[in-house]
């Protein structure tokens, strides 16, 4: 295991993230919800995303993306919702700013970030649009194919603050690529 770690380090590549470092990209994939009084209504997504590099490991996040998910049609979400579609199609959008710390490890860039931002749930399956305000717990992993170009994981777990209650669980597990400049 040692002699692993020790191969790792001394034959690995540098990562490169440096201060006021642009990265630029989208991404998608699998989006879970959880809703009031349904089960887990699965479906996917896509975002994208800006980050910028306050320092070589603080990293100013923006994010903005939205998943298309399908719903039992018994949830009803909006204010007098008795008469909603019997669709199963259900929205959610968010758009959200934080802070992110880069784990730089070589050629693999693990971070974590907390967001904060807002959420808005529309379509048939309600009877009108929802707002929300909110946070995202976020953890990913990039790797860095060239000095320009970067793909990854990207976890996400949304938390609908003023909606809690109607939406208690939303995740997002993406894909993503992105590209880099300023360094």
């Not at 490169?16 to 919800?33: D, K, P, T, V």
């Not at 953890?139 to 990207?154: E, K, N, W």
Request: net charge neutral; hydrophobic share 45%.
């Amino acid at each position: 295991m040692g002699a692993a770690i020790a191969a790792i380090v001394v034959c690995g590549r540098e990562a490169r993230a440096f201060e006021r470092q642009h990265h630029l990209g989208l991404s998608g994939g699998l989006s879970l919800l959880k809703a009031e009084n349904a089960s887990l209504a699965p479906g996917g997504g896509g975002a994208i995303h800006y980050t910028y590099g306050l320092s070589d490991s603080l990293n100013l996040l923006a994010e903005g993306g939205t998943s298309v998910l399908g719903i039992s049609p018994n949830v009803h979400s909006g204010p007098g919702s008795q008469g909603a579609s019997d669709s199963r199609t259900l929205f959610v959008s968010s758009a959200a700013i934080g802070l992110g710390y880069s784990f730089d490890v070589l050629q693999w860039v693990p971070y974590v970030g907390v967001l904060a931002g807002g959420y808005l749930v529309y379509g048939p399956a309600t009877d009108g649009a929802v707002g929300a305000a909110g946070a995202q717990a976020a953890l990913g992993v990039d790797y860095q194919i060239s000095r320009s170009f970067a793909v990854g994981l990207a976890l996400r777990q949304h938390f609908m603050l003023t909606k809690i209650t109607t939406f208690p669980s939303y995740t997002t597990a993406f894909l993503r690529a992105e590209y880099i400049w300023g360094w």
